[in-house]
C-alpha cells in the first residue's frame, strides 16, 4: 500500500530565507509525486508534480522538488520564501491509475509560516 | 482555463438528513473523485469513478455514501444519514489521466 509521511508538522521560517519541507513516500509500484498547496480556507493546488524523466522539478514561483528513488524522498525547496508563502503544503503519491482511476494519497501537510 | 466547480460552498445540515453535493468536473476528463478533509488533518480519498462505475473506494466511504453522475456534465456524492462526524470539507477532482484537478470543496458542517 501507498503512504506518504511529512516529517515536519510546522515549518516557521524568515523571510527571504531558505526552506525545505520533508516527504518521503512508499509504494511497491511507479509513481506519480505531487506538491499541492492551500492557502487558509482555500482549495488545493498544484504546486509542482514529478511523472518521470529530470528528477528536479520547478514550479511558476520559484519552489523546486527532487525525486530521490533510493531515499524514496520528493522533498520541496525554496531558495528564498516570501510572506505569501505561508500557506500548509501537501505531498501526494498517485499509482498511475492501474485500478482504473488515479487515487492520490495525501501526506498529513506541513504548515510553513514565513516571518517578516 | 477550465476549472472544477463545486456546490454549495457551505452547507449546514442536521444529524440524519441526507445531503447531495454537487461537482461540474472538467469536461473533457474520464476520471471522478471525491476527497474529503476534516478540520486539520490531512485529505483523504473517498472514492473514484470511472466509466460510469465506482472504480475504488476507501474504509472511509460506507453505505451511507453513494456516487452519481447523473446527466454528463454532474457528479454528485450523496449522504443518507449525516452524522457529526462528517462535518468536513468536500473536495471533488476530475482527470483526463494522472493529473487532478480539483475543486474549491464544500464545507459540510453537521449540527
Redesign the interface.
Known amino acids: 500500500a501507498q503512504s506518504v509521511t511529512q516529517l515536519d508538522s510546522q515549518v516557521p521560517v524568515f523571510e527571504e530565507a531558505p526552506v525545505e519541507l520533508r516527504c518521503n513516500y512508499s509504494s511497491s509500484v511507479s509513481v ?1 509525486l505531487f506538491w ?1 498547496v492551500q492557502y487558509p480556507n ?5 504546486l509542482l ?1 514529478y ?1 518521470s524523466g529530470s528528477t528536479l522539478v520547478e514550479s511558476i514561483n520559484g519552489f523546486e522538488a527532487e525525486f530521490n528513488k533510493s531515499q524514496t524522498s520528493f522533498h520541496l525547496r525554496k531558495p528564498s520564501v516570501h510572506i505569501s508563502d505561508t500557506a500548509e503544503y ?1 505531498c ?1 503519491v ?1 499509482d ?2 492501474r ?11 506541513t504548515r510553513l509560516f514565513v516571518k517578516a | 482555463e477550465p476549472e472544477v466547480t463545486q456546490t454549495p460552498s457551505h452547507q449546514v445540515t442536521q444529524m440524519g438528513q441526507e445531503v447531495i453535493l454537487r461537482c461540474v468536473p472538467i469536461s473533457n476528463h474520464l476520471y471522478f473523485y471525491w476527497y474529503r478533509q476534516i478540520l486539520g488533518q490531512k485529505v483523504e480519498f473517498l472514492v473514484s469513478f470511472y466509466n460510469n462505475e465506482i472504480s475504488e473506494k476507501s474504509e472511509i466511504f460506507d453505505d451511507q455514501f453513494s456516487v452519481e453522475r447523473p446527466d454528463g456534465s454532474n457528479f454528485t456524492l450523496k449522504i443518507r444519514s449525516t452524522k457529526l462526524e462528517d462535518s468536513a470539507m468536500y473536495f471533488c477532482a476530475s482527470s483526463y489521466n494522472y493529473e487532478q484537478y480539483f475543486g474549491p470543496g464544500t464545507r459540510l458542517t453537521v449540527t
Open positions: 506519480y499541492y482555500q482549495g488545493l493546488q498544484l508534480k511523472l501537501f501526494a498517485s498511475g491509475g485500478t482504473g482511476g488515479f487515487k492520490t494519497i495525501f501526506g498529513a501537510g
